[in-house]
């Protein structure tokens, strides 16, 4: 077991970077986190009594009540209550943000604005501020009335539109995807205004959409259409460019093979006990499985149905054949912990530890740290005050005093 504390470097890549974040729900909060990992200051501003939507998405919750949902994306911050119709605590927003390095907000267009909290107000009392805004589908007028849902993105974005079992059958991610990767294009953004400060010394506003990120996500599937003219449909688990990549039976549970070249295909038939396939015109390039997709898939399933995936995984990876179960959850943990990835993260102590999925950016120089569990709501109310009305030279205190026992934790199977 390795103690994330006892790694504990003087300084993470971003500190001294402070985040005013007025994120709520997934996209936000995911880029947000990244920046604690990374070691900046996350001051996460909250609803008082109600706090980031998500504390209420359940279930699942853990045995302490606490959404799984918020916690999900809200280490390594500290929640302060404000609500920025009061007076009071609007002025204690506004110095927070004179005194930090960047704003995150992903309100409907419009509503940061009506409090005075828009990127040309704020830029006028701190021209250093890095402001990012993440919308579902831009900033225009036509726009700000559509909720930015990611199930919506998905749907009329064209995701859906490729992703199912068969023609009709729209299916969406299993997973909120295009929030995630809104995220991560609001991280990249900011960390490249970030870098542009420290030539011009101005900040700059970062804009970020859903809808955009999901069609420039979709990468070749995009391309497809927009330098082709091809509009893609769902082709189940195939893959439009590439055969045998899909799944196939087994006598358990489904595998996945994903061959990519010539050789490996000859070494799947050859493995699979049919190597006359490698040589039949109608299977010998990529092209022609491509073309023969239908045929390809009986003669490969006739001969991996009769093995475990398990067989087929170790057999096919040991000849250099792309191949792997179908995991659950708990099993791709368990394989991550197997390769030595270190995949959990136990931040807190004793009744307040909480296992969370750890960053997966390793930094030889400034790695990732682990320093504070998911927030309580408020609960860093009076260390943040104390730090608005004291000398804007004044930093926030760097060390957690009682939830910052975070340790890389090995696991089992199921554990």
Same mark, same amino acid.
């Given at each position: 077991?390795?103690?994330?504390?006892s790694?504990?470097?003087?300084?993470?890549?971003?500190?001294g970077?402070?985040?005013?974040?007025?994120?709520?729900?997934?996209?936000?909060?995911?880029?947000?986190?990244?920046?604690?990992?990374?070691?900046?200051?996350?001051?996460?501003?909250?609803?008082?009594g109600?706090?980031?939507?998500?504390?209420?998405w359940?279930?699942?919750?853990?045995?302490?009540?606490?959404?799984?949902?918020?916690?999900?994306?809200?280490?390594?911050?500290?929640?302060?209550?404000?609500?920025?119709?009061?007076?009071?605590?609007?002025?204690?927003?506004?110095?927070?943000?004179?005194?930090?390095d960047v704003?995150?907000?992903?309100?409907?267009?419009?509503?940061m604005?009506?409090?005075?909290?828009?990127?040309?107000?704020?830029?006028?009392?701190?021209?250093?501020?890095?402001?990012?805004?993440?919308?579902?589908?831009?900033?225009?007028?036509?726009?700000?009335?559509?909720?930015?849902?990611?199930?919506?993105?998905?749907?009329?974005?064209?995701?859906?539109?490729?992703?199912?079992?068969?023609?009709g059958?729209?299916?969406?991610?299993?997973?909120?995807?295009?929030?995630?990767?809104?995220?991560?294009?609001?991280?990249?953004?900011?960390?490249?205004?970030?870098?542009?400060?420290?030539?011009?010394?101005?900040?700059?506003?970062?804009?970020?959409?859903?809808?955009?990120?999901?069609?420039?996500?979709?990468?070749?599937?995009?391309?497809?259409?927009?330098?082709?003219?091809?509009?893609?449909?769902?082709?189940?688990?195939?893959? /439009?460019?590439? =055969?045998?990549?899909? @799944? $196939?039976?087994?006598?358990?549970?489904? +595998?996945?093979?994903?061959?990519?070249? #010539? %050789?490996?295909?000859?070494?799947?038939c050859?493995?699979?006990?049919? /190597?006359?396939? =490698?040589?039949?015109? @109608? $299977?010998?390039?990529?092209?022609?499985? +491509?073309?023969?997709?239908?045929?390809? #898939? %009986?003669?490969?399933?006739?001969?991996?149905?009769?093995?475990?995936?398990?067989?087929w995984?170790?057999?096919?990876?040991?000849?250099?054949v792309?191949?792997?179960?179908?995991?659950?959850?708990?099993?791709?943990?368990?394989?991550?912990?197997?390769?030595?990835?270190?995949?959990?993260?136990?931040l807190?102590?004793?009744?307040?530890?909480?296992?969370?999925?750890?960053?997966?950016?390793?930094?030889?120089?400034?790695?990732?740290?682990?320093?504070?569990?998911?927030?309580?709501?408020?609960?860093?109310?009076?260390?943040?005050?104390?730090?608005?009305?004291?000398?804007?030279?004044?930093?926030?205190?760097?060390?957690?005093?009682?939830?910052?026992?975070?340790?890389?934790?090995?696991?089992?199977?199921?554990?």
């Amino acid at each position: 077991m390795t103690d994330a504390g006892s790694q504990h470097q003087p300084f993470g890549a971003l500190t001294g970077i402070v985040v005013a974040d007025f994120s709520r729900v997934l996209a936000a909060p995911y880029a947000t986190m990244l920046f604690g990992d990374l070691g900046a200051d996350v001051i996460k501003i909250e609803r008082p009594g109600l706090g980031d939507d998500t504390r209420q998405w359940g279930p699942p919750f853990t045995d302490d009540h606490e959404a799984t949902y918020f916690l999900s994306v809200n280490r390594n911050k500290r929640s302060f209550t404000a609500d920025m119709s009061d007076p009071a605590d609007h002025r204690n927003l506004v110095e927070l943000i004179r005194r930090a390095d960047v704003l995150i907000e992903n309100f409907r267009p419009g509503t940061m604005a009506r409090h005075g909290l828009s990127y040309d107000q704020l830029a006028a009392i701190n021209p250093r501020l890095v402001y990012c805004s993440i919308t579902g589908f831009g900033a225009g007028e036509a726009a700000a009335a559509l909720p930015g849902y990611d199930l919506l993105v998905q749907a009329v974005g064209g995701l859906m539109s490729v992703t199912g079992p068969g023609p009709g059958q729209p299916v969406k991610a299993g997973v909120a995807l295009v929030d995630v990767l809104t995220g991560l294009h609001a991280a990249v953004g900011v960390l490249a205004a970030l870098r542009a400060r420290e030539t011009t010394g101005r900040g700059q506003l970062v804009e970020v959409n859903l809808l955009s990120t999901l069609l420039s996500s979709m990468v070749n599937q995009s391309v497809g259409y927009t330098a082709a003219g091809s509009v893609p449909g769902i082709i189940g688990n195939r893959h /439009p460019s590439i =055969a045998p990549y899909q @799944l $196939f039976p087994a006598s358990d549970r489904p +595998v996945v093979i994903a061959v990519g070249n #010539d %050789r490996q295909f000859a070494q799947l038939c050859a493995t699979l006990g049919i /190597p006359e396939l =490698a040589k039949d015109p @109608l $299977f010998a390039t990529n092209p022609a499985r +491509v073309a023969h997709i239908e045929e390809l #898939d %009986r003669a490969i399933s006739t001969q991996t149905i009769g093995q475990t995936a398990g067989h087929w995984y170790r057999t096919l990876s040991a000849c250099g054949v792309p191949c792997g179960p179908v995991n659950d959850i708990a099993d791709a943990f368990a394989m991550a912990n197997d390769l030595g990835l270190n995949p959990l993260v136990t931040l807190g102590a004793g009744n307040d530890a909480v296992r969370l999925p750890a960053n997966p950016i390793s930094l030889s120089e400034t790695p990732v740290s682990y320093t504070r569990r998911p927030p309580r709501l408020g609960q860093d109310a009076d260390e943040v005050s104390a730090w608005l009305h004291g000398p804007p030279t004044t930093k926030l205190p760097k060390h957690p005093d009682h939830h910052s026992n975070s340790k890389h934790q090995p696991m089992g199977a199921h554990s």
